[in-house]
C-alpha cells in the first residue's frame, strides 16, 4: 500500500510515490512553467495520473493522495487562495482532482503548506514524537504550522498560523499592508526590502553597492554578513530580534516543546538560533522559554512533501 504526496510551489511540482513507512518509493519535480489557473490544475492530474499507472505498473495499491498547497486550503469546500500562482484566489482544486483522477477510490486531502511542514516533521522529521510544536517557516514570505495537542490548529476560517502579519512595530506603516510588520521585516524578500531602505539612507559601508542593485537575493546579504559587511550586519541584526521577538510571542501564547525553523531562509539563518534564542528570552513567559527546544527542519525543502504523505496517511 502507498500514498501520493504533491507538494505545489509558486514555481514547481514535486511528487512522490511514498509507502506507509515513509520509505520513498519514486519522486519528481516538475516545473510549472508559468502556468496559471486551470493550467497548474491540470499539470497536477497529469503528473498525479502517471504516478497512478506507475503504482499500477509495479502493482502497489495507492489508497489516498495529499497534496501542500501554498496559501489556504478551505476544508469545507476545497477551493485553495494561492497568491503566488495567479487565477488561484478561489480555485477548486478538490473537485478538479476528484473529476480528473483515473482511480476515483483515491481519497484526497488537501492542506496548506504551512500545516504540512509540520505534519511531514512530526512523521518523519525533528517533531518527531511531540504534541505541541510549531514549525517557522522563513522564505519568500513567512507561516507558521501549529500543533495544539496533536491537531493542526486551522482557526475558523483556516488562516490560522499567518503570522507574517504579527504586529511587532509601531507605529503602523502602510507599507505593512500586503505581507504584514513581520515578513515586511524579516522573510527573505522582507531582508531585501530593509537592505534597499538602508542602502538610500547611505550611512553604511557596503559590498552591496557592489551588486546588481536590482537584483539582490537573500543570500547576497548573508554572504556579505560574512564579509563582516556593515550594512548586512545591520539587516541581519534587525532580523534576528524580529524572530526572536515572534518566537517569544509564539512561546507564550502556545507553550510549545519545539519550534521547527525551515524555509529557505533557514538555511542560512539555521548559525543564529542561539542568537534568536537568546533574544527570544528577553521577551517570552521566563518559565515557557526554558522549556522550549529551537531546532532547524530535518526535512529541509521536503517537509511539505513528508507532510502530504502523512495527511494522505492520516485519512
Not at 272 to 283: N, P, Q, R, S, V
Request: net charge negative; proline share 3%; charged share 20%.
Amino acid at each position: 500500500m502507498a500514498v501520493i504526496a504533491i507538494d505545489l510551489g509558486g514555481t514547481k511540482l514535486a511528487l512522490a510515490l511514498l509507502g506507509y513507512d515513509g520509505e520513498m518509493i519514486s519522486s519528481k519535480k516538475v516545473s510549472l512553467d508559468k502556468k496559471q489557473g486551470a493550467e497548474v490544475g491540470q499539470l497536477i492530474i497529469e503528473q498525479a495520473n502517471k504516478i497512478l499507472h506507475e503504482a499500477n505498473d509495479k502493482n502497489i495499491s495507492v489508497s489516498s493522495l495529499g497534496i501542500c498547497v501554498p496559501g489556504i486550503a478551505h476544508a469545507k469546500t476545497g477551493t485553495i487562495w494561492a497568491p503566488n500562482i495567479p487565477g488561484w484566489d478561489d480555485y477548486p482544486l478538490y473537485n478538479e482532482l476528484k473529476n480528473g483522477l483515473n482511480n476515483k477510490d483515491v481519497i484526497i486531502k488537501i492542506d496548506s503548506d504551512r500545516a504540512c511542514c509540520i505534519l511531514g516533521e512530526v512523521w518523519k522529521g525533528n517533531a518527531a514524537g511531540c504534541n505541541d510544536v510549531i514549525f517557522l517557516s522563513v522564505g519568500t514570505g513567512i507561516g507558521a504550522g501549529i500543533l495544539i495537542n496533536g491537531e493542526i490548529l486551522r482557526g475558523s476560517n483556516d488562516i490560522a498560523g499567518a503570522i507574517g502579519w504579527m504586529a511587532l512595530n509601531r507605529p503602523f506603516d502602510e507599507k505593512y499592508i500586503s505581507c504584514g510588520c513581520f515578513e515586511y521585516h524579516a522573510s527573505g524578500e522582507g531582508l531585501i526590502k530593509v537592505t534597499m531602505e538602508l542602502l538610500q539612507s547611505k550611512r553604511y559601508k557596503t559590498s552591496l553597492l557592489n551588486e546588481r542593485i536590482n537584483d539582490l537575493i537573500a543570500k547576497d546579504v548573508f554572504d556579505a554578513y560574512e564579509m563582516k559587511d556593515e550594512l548586512a550586519i545591520t539587516v541581519i541584526n534587525q532580523a534576528i530580534t524580529y524572530w526572536g521577538m515572534a518566537v517569544a510571542n509564539l512561546i507564550s501564547l502556545f507553550n510549545p516543546e519545539k519550534i521547527i525553523f525551515g524555509g529557505g531562509v533557514f538555511g542560512p539563518a539555521v548559525k543564529f538560533l542561539d542568537a534568536i534564542y537568546e533574544e527570544g528570552k528577553k521577551w517570552a513567559q521566563p518559565i515557557s522559554i526554558q522549556q522550549v527546544k529551537l531546532q532547524p527542519s530535518a526535512l529541509g525543502n521536503e517537509a511539505g512533501l513528508y507532510g502530504a504523505g502523512y495527511l494522505a496517511l492520516k485519512k
